[in-house]
């Protein structure tokens, strides 16, 4: 297995995409760090299917992500997918919900980054 004895966290990874890439890397042998949104039974199902742990961080907020990477420590992967959209013309756009797209489409991927960049230099091997 490709992966084994790496952490991968990957947010945005209780359904769809991220889940997808959960599961794609759980099955190279990385050990999953979940992140997200849902059912709590779903998330403890899909948390149990991987052997993987959860941290259900508010990507939007910049020290529930340190809260985070406190946690979890360290990761040799990480997988920036959560992100979310809104559609309007830009006169109806509303600035909560622009800021709410910028936080987490941008700010938290930043964010994420930053924190996991410094653990990946020191071993010498990060994606």
């Keep these: 297995m490709l992966l084994t004895g790496k952490r991968a966290l990957v947010t945005g990874s209780t359904s769809g995409i991220g889940l997808a890439v959960a599961k794609a890397l759980h099955a190279e042998g990385a050990d999953i760090v979940l992140n997200g949104l849902g059912d709590p039974d779903e998330i403890e199902a899909i948390r149990a299917e991987l052997d993987a742990q959860f941290n259900g961080a508010n990507l939007m907020d910049p020290s529930a992500i340190e809260a985070m990477f406190e946690e979890v420590g ?31 489409n941008l700010n938290a991927v930043f964010l994420t980054s930053r924190l996991a960049v410094p653990g990946m230099i020191a071993k010498g091997w990060g994606r």
């Design 74 to 104: 360290p990761v040799d992967i990480l997988v920036n997918n959560a992100g979310m959209q809104h559609v309007a013309p830009v006169e109806d756009f509303p600035v909560a919900k622009w800021d709410a797209v910028i936080a987490l």
